[in-house]
């Protein structure tokens, strides 16, 4: 089945670690996006990949860090400079008609 | 200014009614898209229905139409014959620009809770 995938479900860090969060697709979609959920609260965007080896920052990227180096992939860095991490993150890609597609989440808590 | 506006944090509706999720936005591109997303308890964003600037009929998805009022700039969402299943996070979200653009991102809205009483 086509979609997109993301690991772990859940994640803890300890304070000053780094963690790298897995965004996947089949889609064959060219572009690629990570969001920040806070609770309560809509989507914000970290940073967007609209094809293989290039990116571009979005809203709130301070503390991120993202890689393309193959098309179906987008992992997400969260670094120890993000200061509040903790936050369900959520990965989407999106197809020639402009809808955009979402992972199932990752939900990281800061220990 | 907020680009996407959801005025309404919380609604209920009875089993079986219908139900309007209110949507303004605020953009000066004449080419737009405007989205609703269902957010169930377990996270997953949901697709539901778009409705593109240019559209000039009402989008519609099963039980789900979007109302648009371009002159107002408002997409409310419209729920026909609610299910216990439709209690959810809602947003409301719009890419300016042209959809061939891969830059132009979704903007959501602060969401609305929508609980579905039996």
């Known amino acids: 089945d086509g979609g997109i995938t993301q690991s772990p479900k859940y994640l803890f860090r300890k304070e000053g670690q780094n963690v790298t969060l897995s965004c996947e697709q089949n889609l064959n979609h060219d572009a690629m996006y990570w969001y920040r959920q806070d609770p309560g609260q809509g989507l914000r965007l970290i940073y967007y990949?609209?094809?293989?080896?290039?990116?571009q920052k979005g809203d709130i990227a301070e503390g991120y860090s993202v890689s393309r180096e193959k098309k179906e992939s987008f992992p997400l860095t969260v670094t120890s400079a993000q200061k509040n991490p903790t936050a369900f993150y959520l990965c989407?890609?999106?197809?020639?008609?402009?809808?955009?597609?979402f992972g199932p989440g990752t939900r990281l808590t800061v220990l | 200014a907020q680009k996407i506006t959801q005025t309404q944090p919380g609604m209920f509706v009875q089993e079986k009614e219908a139900v309007t999720l209110d949507c303004t936005y605020d953009?000066?591109?004449?080419?737009?898209?405007l989205f609703w997303y269902k957010q169930p308890s377990s996270g997953e964003m949901i697709f539901l229905i778009y409705?593109?600037?240019?559209?000039?009929q009402n989008a519609t998805e099963g039980r789900y139409s979007l109302n648009f009022q371009k002159a107002r700039k408002s997409a409310n969402l419209v729920i026909s014959a609610s299910q216990l299943g439709d209690s959810a996070m809602y947003f409301c979200?719009?890419?300016?620009?042209?959809?061939?653009?891969?830059?132009?991102?979704?903007?959501f809205g602060g969401g609305t809770r929508l609980m579905v009483k039996p």
């Open positions: 990949s609209q094809i293989v080896n290039d990116f």
């Open positions: 979200a719009m890419r300016e620009g042209s959809k061939g653009n891969a830059g132009n991102m979704l903007t």
């Open positions: 953009t000066s591109d004449q080419s737009y898209g």
């Open positions: 409705q593109g600037s240019y559209d000039e």
């Open positions: 989407a890609s999106r197809n020639h008609g402009g809808e955009q597609f």
